[in-house]
């Protein structure tokens, strides 16, 4: 018992003696190398950020050059079949007109479902196209 109070007693003393300049020189040292790997891991981060923004950055630009070519080619066929076709084109956009205001119209009155709306007026039509036939 008196073998562990003389251990006890002389671990208490260790740690209460202050350091020696090598033991400092070893903990700086530590300290040192993980400064150094600390940097060292922030500036391969860095890179990696880099290169995926530049990566980023070509493949949003080949994107943005891709989809406005297609609209050029879109655009140039829509005028010259306006040019060669202009009666066609007259009733395109005449229907494409009507079909948005009925849709405007639609959204803006609310005392009635769109189904009772759209969905009378054909099933009624198609009843008399049957009936017709039948007959």
Same mark, same amino acid.
């Given at each position: $018992?008196?073998?562990?109070?003389? $251990?006890? &007693?002389?671990?208490? &003393? @260790?740690?209460?003696? *202050?350091? &020696? !300049?090598a @033991?400092?020189?070893?903990? @700086? ?8 790997? !600390? !940097?060292?891991?922030?500036?391969? !981060?860095?890179? +990696?950020? %880099? #290169?995926?923004?530049?990566? /980023?950055? %070509? ?7 891709? /989809? ?5 080619? /879109?655009?140039?066929?829509? $005028? ?5 076709n *202009?009666g ?5 956009a005449?229907?494409? +007109?009507?079909?948005? +205001? ?5 959204g803006? &009155?609310? +005392?009635? @479902?769109? #189904?009772?709306?759209?969905?009378? *007026?054909?099933?009624?039509?198609? #009843? ?8």
């Amino acid at each position: $018992m008196e073998s562990t109070k003389n $251990m006890s &007693t002389e671990s208490r &003393t @260790s740690a209460a003696k *202050p350091q &020696t !300049a090598a @033991s400092k020189d070893s903990v @700086s040292n530590t300290i040192g190398e993980v400064a150094n790997q !600390a !940097a060292n891991a922030a500036q391969r !981060a860095r890179e +990696g950020v %880099q #290169s995926a923004y530049e990566d /980023t950055r %070509q493949a949003v630009t080949d994107a943005y050059g891709k /989809t406005t070519e297609v609209l050029s080619d /879109t655009y140039n066929q829509a $005028m010259v079949y306006g040019k060669e076709n *202009p009666g066609k084109l007259t009733l395109i956009a005449f229907g494409a +007109g009507i079909g948005i +205001g009925v849709l405007l119209a639609s959204g803006l &009155t609310s +005392g009635r @479902s769109r #189904s009772s709306r759209i969905g009378e *007026p054909i099933v009624n039509a198609l #009843s008399q196209v049957a009936l017709e036939f039948l007959r």
